[in-house]
Nanobody
Framework: QVQLVESGGGSVQAGGSLRLSCAAS????????MGWFRQAPGKEREGVGV????????YYADSVKGRFTISQDNAKNTLYLQMNGLKPDATAMYYC??????????????????WGQGTQVTVSL
């Protein structure tokens, strides 16, 4: 069973930046996809971006392309989400997720079996 622990959330003004981290443990490297999802109050959970671990392909939601970047530190088993140019509509709980499969696109949340506890991001005007 994979354990995921997110950190790095907080409050920021519009236009600001935040970097989220997701530390993973308890998994076998290889053939593994991790991703970031978010859920705002009253809305469904949506994908932000996913990345095939070990330097594989990364896929982003259209709404964040060019502003958000997912990166990996395989030595630390950590996935990052750098968020620049934040807008108030980015306010949500952000979750890290993982699945033992290859991500060939931004897969929906139900395809991921392991989830972190979430970290809150709040963007104000």
């Amino acid at each position: 069973q994979v354990q995921l622990v997110e950190s790095g959330g907080g409050s920021v003004q519009a236009g600001g930046s935040l970097r989220l981290s997701c530390a993973a443990s308890g998994y076998t490297p290889g053939g593994y996809c991790m991703g970031w999802f978010r859920q705002a109050p009253g809305k469904e959970r949506e994908g932000v971006g996913v990345s095939n671990m070990g330097g594989g392909t990364t896929y982003y939601a259209d709404s964040v392309k060019g502003r958000f970047t997912i990166s990996q530190d395989n030595a630390k088993n950590t996935l990052y989400l750098q968020m620049n140019g934040l807008k108030p509509d980015a306010t949500a709980m952000y979750y890290c997720a993982a699945t033992y499969s290859y991500c060939y696109m931004l897969l929906p949340p139900e395809k991921f079996r392991s989830w972190g506890q979430g970290t809150q991001v709040t963007v104000s005007l």
